[in-house]
Every structure is written in structure tokens, then in C-alpha cells.
T-cell receptor, first 110, second 113 residues
Framework: TQLLEQSPQFLSIQEGENLTVYCNSS?????LQWYRQEPGEGPVLLVT?????EVKKLKRLTFQFGDARKDSSLHITAAQPGDTGLYLC??????????FGQGTRLTINP | DVKVTQSSRYLVKRTGEKVFLECVQD?????MFWYRQDPGLGLRLIYF???????EKGDIPEGYSVSREKKERFSLILESASTNQTSMYLC????????????FGEGSWLTVV
């Protein structure tokens, strides 16, 4: 059973377009993290959101935690080829281990 | 910067071989983790350790064991490798057991033939 569902699983768009990736669950999380993973490398933490409704920005990336702390979104404005990669969300539930989504593979075409 | 180093990036092993994957972290973290990553399945936790000589099963421990003799080193062992263990293996460390702040190594690609 996948506790965190990411959508879409694959996304290929042109440079300059905007996009949103979703991470949904029926469970409540104490925090949620987003990672980017490039081919042949380990995931790198982008952001952690903790408070329901929280919005964090990282340059052209905007992360939002749902009010009920069950879901999150990642919005990229004016995507660039350097944004290409696998984006993973992960939820934390207190002292329990992180639960990862299956990932969204994003390709930005020049 | 935190450094998690996986000594073997690419391995090819035969079915039935014993395989050791080594991981070292340099931040004195109490907690270390081993995940495997497969397309469409995300990261699945195999084992974790919250202290030296302590280990706990994750979600998919079957076919694997681990060793934590020193705080900085966490080894994953495949006692008898099988083809369904072909995967990308990721080691991680964290200062907290929940993994809220987790640092990954670069991964070890294992192919079992």
C-alpha cells in the first residue's frame, strides 16, 4: 500500500512552461519533505514543510503543505532544463520512519 | 557539509553470492538507514539503526541483514544474492530517528546475474 501518491508519475514539458506536482495521502503527517534526485545520484533535500497551509519558496519552486497536513504540492514557474530530475515527496509521522512517494520524473525540453 | 559515502557505486554479482554494501557518514549521526529504490515504487526501507550494534527491520528486510559495529559505518549484507535484488541501494543518515533531516549517499547500483 502506497501511503503517499504522487502525480503525475511522468511529466515532459517545454522550457518556460509552468507545472505542478502533487503528493497526496489519506494520512496526516507531522511534516513533509521534497527531494530532487538526478540520474546516478542520491536524493537531495529541497524543503521541509511543517505547518498546515505553509508555503515555502525556493527561487522558482513553490512548495505548499495542505491545511490538513495530508497533501502537498510543488509548483515550478518558468521551468528550465536544469529542473529535470526525479522529484520525491516524503512524509514524517512523529517517531516513525519517513514514507516516500513513488516519485515524479520531470523532463524539461529546451 | 554532511557526507554519506557509499564505497561501491556499481557492482555486478552472481546469483548466490554474498554481497556487502558499505556506507560511512562523517557527521556523528546516531541514525542510519538502508533503502532500495526501484522504478515506480519509490524508496523502500530495508533496515535502520539508531545506535551502534542496534538494528531494526524496515518494510522489506527479507533477504538482507545489516551490521553496525561503529557509529559511522552501516553495512548492508545480501547473504545469497538473487536476481530480484537487482536495484539501486541508498544509504542515509540522520540526527533524528524519524529522518526529518536525512542525508543520502550517492547510491550503489547492484546487478545480480
Amino acid at each position: 500500500t502506497q501511503l503517499l501518491e504522487q502525480s503525475p508519475q511522468f511529466l515532459s514539458i517545454q522550457e518556460g512552461e509552468n507545472l505542478t506536482v502533487y503528493c497526496n495521502s489519506s494520512s496526516v503527517f507531522s511534516s513533509l519533505q521534497w527531494y530532487r534526485q538526478e540520474p546516478g545520484e542520491g536524493p537531495v533535500l529541497l524543503v521541509t514543510v511543517v505547518t498546515g497551509g505553509e508555503v515555502k519558496k525556493l527561487k522558482r519552486l513553490t512548495f505548499q503543505f495542505g491545511d490538513a497536513r495530508k497533501d502537498s504540492s510543488l509548483h515550478i514557474t518558468a521551468a528550465q532544463p536544469g529542473d529535470t530530475g526525479l522529484y520525491l515527496c516524503a512524509g514524517a509521522k512523529g517517531a516513525q520512519k519517513l514514507v516516500f512517494g513513488q516519485g515524479t520524473r520531470l523532463t524539461i525540453n529546451p | 557539509d554532511v557526507k554519506v559515502t557509499q564505497s561501491s557505486r556499481y557492482l555486478v554479482k552472481r546469483t548466490g553470492e554474498k554481497v556487502f554494501l558499505e556506507c560511512v557518514q562523517d557527521m556523528d549521526h546516531e541514525n542510519m538507514f538502508w533503502y532500495r529504490q526501484d522504478p515506480g515504487l519509490g524508496l523502500r526501507l530495508i533496515y535502520f539503526s539508531y545506535d551502534v550494534k542496534m538494528k531494526e527491520k524496515g518494510d522489506i528486510p527479507e533477504g538482507y541483514s545489516v551490521s553496525r559495529e561503529k557509529k559511522e559505518r552501516f553495512s548492508l549484507i545480501l547473504e545469497s544474492a538473487s536476481t530480484n535484488q537487482t536495484s539501486m541501494y541508498l544509504c542515509a543518515s540522520s540526527p533524528d530517528i524519524s529522518g526529518n533531516t536525512i542525508y543520502f549517499g550517492e547510491g550503489s547500483w547492484l546487478t545480480v546475474v
